[in-house]
């Protein structure tokens, strides 16, 4: 199906693929949380969520029905307008993003046919993008109009956080645009009918799945809200239904993100192997199936880091970011453009050439990575400015102090004589 299909259907199905999108995501933030909780209590061992519903399972409803219904506090000193948009900024852009991410290929909806996927662009990756910078507005917007320092602090990390890392993204996108030879989401799902960007552009996908957790501020990236240090950052001073689309936001981000890894390296809606061996896999309703299994992985991903790894010291993130992931993308993007240039020129075998490449360098990138965030590096570092106890002990003071009793006071001027 063409670009130029998109939107050439009724207004009722028009508006029922856009109902189904918010339902979807609202539902899946609705499991995500409880399933969150409870995962997070068997890896800790620990029960998680098992009183309210039959084993727990009505806890996220009680949860949202809680804050729905919670007093709305507006503290002294903000910035009104801007404190009660900052919000909707936020959660707004989330939701829009899932509009261009392909769930299926075309189906038959009541004797009409349609893509399953609300529309398309010749730069929708590119949008997508820009509708999540557009979200990080709300976090700074938020921080700022609280009138406190906190979740100043807080919105400003996020701002920091969300460029940093947006870069390293670009740049692992770089080398799917250059394959699949679009920027529109559903031809790049179409590129991979036979074989996975996840396996021919493994340091991209690496890359990705670190900015992708950074740039949802989800641990051990949670750093503008990181509670031993901010109380609760840019939202310490939401309440109620202003708290909620704050963490609604949150989710739905994590669910398109997650959408957008599936789509763009793990063969979106395309049935993996073995199933697509069979010839009905990848038509009908099922790759609707496939491409959901694909997205909740990724958000088991989100959950297992949040249950294993400690948060980061701030210059440990940002060294990561800076010094690691764009250096890294950098050297793989020209690879692999070296790579595609040589397969236009005829090289046989350029798969082989390409995936080979992108073992090795995936390699390297993760060896590199292992240092930083293992704490040798700054361990090694502190072993070096340790200092003797010998010379502790003789060093001088480096201030004026009272002589002990007993002691006779060294005149100014003999010191070091």
Not at 158 to 168: C, G, L, R
Request: glycine share 8%; charged share 15%; aromatic share 12%.
């Amino acid at each position: 199906m063409t670009l130029t299909g998109f939107g050439q259907d009724t207004w009722w199905l028009i508006v029922g693929k856009c109902i189904a999108v918010f339902v979807f995501l609202v539902l899946t933030v609705l499991v995500a949380i409880l399933a969150e909780r409870k995962l997070l209590g068997r890896m800790q061992m620990r029960w998680g969520p098992n009183r309210v519903g039959p084993r727990g399972y009505l806890q996220s409803l009680a949860d949202g029905i809680k804050l729905a219904l919670k007093e709305g506090i507006l503290p002294k000193g903000i910035d009104r307008p801007v404190y009660l948009m900052a919000p909707a900024i936020s959660t707004i852009p989330a939701i829009t993003a899932f509009a261009f991410i392909p769930f299926g290929p075309q189906v038959s909806v009541f004797g009409h046919r349609t893509q399953l996927q609300v529309t398309d662009l010749p730069v929708a990756v590119l949008f997508i993008l820009a509708l999540s910078s557009i979200g990080v507005y709300g976090i700074v917007l938020a921080g700022w109009s609280s009138g406190s320092t906190y979740p100043l602090l807080g919105g400003v990390r996020s701002t920091a956080q969300v460029i940093s890392y947006e870069v390293a993204m670009g740049l692992s996108f770089a080398t799917v645009f250059l394959y699949a030879g679009t920027m529109s989401t559903s031809k790049i799902v179409d590129a991979q009918d036979r074989v996975w960007f996840a396996f021919l552009l493994l340091p991209s996908f690496i890359v990705y799945l670190v900015s992708m957790v950074g740039e949802t501020n989800r641990a051990p990236f949670d750093l503008p809200e990181a509670e031993g240090e901010l109380v609760a950052g840019f939202h310490t001073e939401y309440s109620s239904l202003k708290f909620a689309m704050f963490y609604l936001a949150e989710y739905i981000n994590m669910t398109t993100v997650s959408a957008l890894a599936a789509t763009l390296f793990f063969g979106g809606w395309h049935a993996p192997w073995p199933l697509n061996m069979w010839s009905g896999a990848n038509s009908g309703w099922w790759p609707l199936l496939w491409f959901t299994a694909k997205v909740w992985t990724f958000l088991f991903i989100y959950f297992w880091l949040r249950a294993t790894l400690p948060r980061l010291r701030y210059d440990q993130f940002m060294a990561l970011g800076w010094k690691t992931l764009i250096p890294v993308s950098l050297v793989w993007v020209m690879i692999a453009a070296v790579i595609r240039t040589l397969r236009n020129n005829g090289l046989e075998h350029w798969t082989g050439v390409l995936a080979i490449a992108s073992a090795l360098v995936a390699l390297g990138l993760l060896l590199y990575m292992r240092r930083p965030l293992s704490g040798l590096e700054t361990r090694e570092i502190e072993r070096k400015q340790r200092k003797p106890l010998e010379e502790i002990i003789s060093a001088e003071p480096r201030f004026p102090t009272p002589p002990l009793p007993g002691e006779v006071p060294i005149k100014e001027g003999a010191r070091g004589t």
